[in-house]
């Protein structure tokens, strides 16, 4: 029977192997592996089951959150670097599938049951979605960032034992508010009237209103729900006679805070905010925790899950330093000298 073509073409390798001595250099080596590839009717040789085992195995986790990617990038970058500490890198052995709720709450609930269709392994809730998330699922593991009486709104037992499938990092913010006012009544003593923005009217608003009375000021309330209250809210603040502004805390004024530094700067009103990414964007002070510490221990926890720890087991982490911030070219455009009794963690120019 005359030769066919893979007959001669498995002779033809075997001959020059056997030629070199059984060995093949690397460049010729891929040529032959074609050709054997071709020899086999392209039949994928299977690789020994120790070889597979040393490949990296994909993991899947799922990011909920009510803001979109673009202001929140920062923190992000601090939860992947979190992610890494655990020895865990997106696009080389983890898989993170993103939703976003772009400003749109309302949209929360059917991206969290997405993730979970999904079966993503743990999910990683913030900017306003924790609790949707929890709603979502009782099995799988959910880390968040987030603030408020996270014990009283359910999210959580207690800190030191979440309990359940939810554990992650709490970050103090209403707690603060009274010290922010206080450090925005040292920049501006001769202040009586301060507004304060809010995204609804807060339960912590009576109790901020008694600390406001009792430095002598008089605390009016700006209420905005969406973005497009936020042009009305400032332009309310002459009509209040408002000598400086506090910036409440929320995912909205968050992802637009370039929006509202830039407002503040409009009207020359002094105002005092949160988080530090305020005053690098033009902001006159901010007090509070560190939000990139905080995505950063989060992506800490979320890989701790992932190689087997229960989130019951894993208190609620919170911070322990806060730090006041100070933008020296905004305090120069409005006028005004640093207090000598203020002393500033960092001072931006």
């Not at 269709?117 to 709603?135: C, D, H, L, T, Y």
């Amino acid at each position: 029977m005359r030769p066919t073509l893979k007959d001669e073409t498995g002779a033809k390798l075997f001959r020059s192997t056997q030629a070199r001595g059984g060995r093949l250099m690397t460049s010729q080596f891929l040529y032959r592996r074609r050709e054997l590839i071709a020899l086999f009717g392209g039949t994928t040789i299977g690789w020994p089951p120790a070889a597979r085992a040393q490949q990296k195995a994909m993991r899947t986790i799922g990011s909920l959150s009510g803001v979109s990617p673009e202001s929140y990038a920062p923190f992000f970058a601090a939860f992947r670097l979190g992610l890494s500490d655990t020895g865990y890198t997106e696009g080389s052995n983890l898989v993170i599938e993103y939703r976003w709720a772009q400003d749109h709450p309302d949209r929360l609930p059917a991206l969290a049951e997405d993730l979970v269709a999904r079966n993503v392994e743990v999910i990683f809730a913030s900017g306003g979605s924790p609790q949707v998330a929890k709603n979502a699922t009782a099995t799988i593991p959910i880390v968040f960032v987030a603030a408020g009486d996270l014990v009283a709104a359910g999210l959580v037992a207690s800190f030191s034992r979440p309990g359940g499938n939810v554990t992650g990092v709490n970050i103090f913010t209403t707690e603060l508010i009274p010290k922010r006012l206080q450090i925005l009544h040292q920049f501006v003593p001769g202040v009586t009237t301060i507004a304060m923005l809010v995204p609804r009217a807060e339960s912590f608003i009576a109790a901020v209103t008694d600390a406001a009375a009792k430095m002598g000021l008089q605390l009016r309330i700006l209420e905005t729900r969406t973005e497009r209250d936020f042009a009305p809210a400032f332009a309310k603040l002459a009509q209040l006679r408002a000598g400086a502004l506090l910036v409440s805390t929320d995912p909205l004024f968050t992802e637009h805070r370039d929006e509202l530094v830039a407002l503040a700067a409009r009207y020359a009103i002094p105002a005092s905010y949160a988080w530090r990414e305020f005053v690098v964007a033009g902001g006159l002070i901010s007090y509070g925790a560190s939000l990139a510490g905080a995505w950063r221990q989060a992506g800490i926890y979320v890989g701790r899950i992932l190689k087997g720890d229960k989130p019951a087991d894993l208190p609620v982490e919170q911070p322990t330093k806060f730090e006041l911030v100070i933008n020296l070219n905004t305090a120069k455009a409005l006028d005004l000298t640093i207090p000598p009794s203020i002393l500033a963690d960092e001072v931006i120019e």
